[in-house]
């Protein structure tokens, strides 16, 4: 029997787990009898009822080839934390990630499970077509989001993919089998390669409850996709410190001959202001060239866990 692992990592969603269990298993019951499904909910230190709620599933459950299972962290680690525990702990042939808010419709289910059942796709990406009930300036950041990303960066990133993806195991293993700190999983997952097929949708409001995103969570989620697949900001340090230096030093010559020809007023002051950008220039050069390699040994050393079960009911 082939089985499917459902991941759905969950914070404060007392108010949309209800209403997103139901269309889940009213879509489930669409697939073929003979697959087993692992509904494995991530529980990423909630503090609300989050974890009763996940409870009575288990507890209420009806169907044969429906297991439900949860892992629940000792604080909130952050979405991409709930994401790795998830797919470390999956055990199904076939792994997606869904939003427990209803954003992405679990009607696309079946569809995506075709593509890789019996098409020659491995995995199967879902992204936005709009940005529908989003605010515009939101909107516009994502955009340049997405096109400096996809300069500083040798694979694509695709704009307004979201996390709900349906993988083939072997693509599961790849991206556990990247074991950085710094996760961001849309570019994990661009990273793996594979065959990958992309279907559209209208972006759709979450069903109930808040997002967790705020505009300066959005910013530094943004930096971490950055900083996690490029390290051009530190290349763009040093081009601005040897632009100075270049700068100065042009300065200087000009200046010699000027004294040389008109003699200096104010003997002493434009050959110091020079010295001043010619040194501050070669500094932030060096600095660039130290922070290239330092921020490549700072993101491996700590190896921290990225998550701490306090609670779970699998192995
Ligand atoms: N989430 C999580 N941990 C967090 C923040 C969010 O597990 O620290 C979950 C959340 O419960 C939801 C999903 O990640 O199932 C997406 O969150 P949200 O809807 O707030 O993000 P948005 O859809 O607005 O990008
Ligand atoms: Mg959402």
């Known amino acids: 029997m082939e089985k499917i692992s ?36 991530i529980n990423d230190g909630s503090k609300d009822n989050t ?13 044969a080839n429906l297991n439900i299972e949860y892992i629940s962290f000792s604080r909130n680690f952050g979405k991409e934390a709930g994401i790795l525990a998830g797919l ?13 808010d209803l954003q992405d419709p679990p009607s696309l289910l079946l569809e995506m499970f075709n593509y890789v059942k019996n098409e020659d796709y491995d995995a199967v990406g879902t992204r936005r077509v709009n940005r529908k009930g989003e605010p515009i300036v939101r909107s516009f950041f994502s955009k340049l989001f997405y096109k ?16 709900f993806v349906f993988m083939k195991r072997n693509v599961v293993e790849a991206i556990i089998s990247l074991k950085e700190y710094n996760r961001y999983s849309k570019g994990l997952f661009s990273f793996v390669g ?86 501050s220039g070669i500094q932030l050069f060096s600095l660039g060239i130290i922070g290239q390699y330092l921020s490549k040994t700072y993101l491996e050393v700590k190896q921290r866990p990225l998550y701490i079960i306090k609670e779970k009911t699998l192995k």
């Not at 974890?51 to 169907?63: A, E, V």
């Not at 400096?148 to 996390?163: H, P, Q, W």
Request: aromatic share 14%.
């Open 88 to 100: 470390e702990h999956s055990t199904g042939d076939y792994v997606t990630l869904m939003d427990a």
């Open 51 to 63: 974890l009763n709620i996940i409870k009575s599933f288990k507890q209420n459950k009806s169907m």
């Open 148 to 163: 400096l990303i996809n300069k500083m960066t040798s694979f694509e990133m695709v704009d307004g993919a979201r996390d």
């Open 194 to 279: 594979f065959n990958v097929k992309w279907i559209e949708y209208k972006n759709i409001p979450r069903v109930a409850g808040k997002t967790k995103w705020s505009f300066w969570k959005l910013t530094q989620y943004a930096l971490e996709g950055i900083t996690a697949f490029s390290t051009a900001p530190l290349i763009v340090s040093s081009i601005i410190g040897l632009i100075f230096c270049v700068v100065s030093f042009l300065l200087i010559i000009a200046i010699i001959f000027k004294t040389l020809i008109l003699g200096d007023p104010t003997s002493g002051w434009p050959s110091l202001v020079c010295i001043i950008f010619m040194v």
């Open 6 to 41: 459902i991941i759905v990592p969950c914070y404060n969603e007392e108010k949309a787990l209800p209403i997103f269990y139901d269309e889940l298993i009213k879509n489930i019951k669409k697939f073929p009898e003979n697959i087993d499904f692992e509904l494995l909910f």
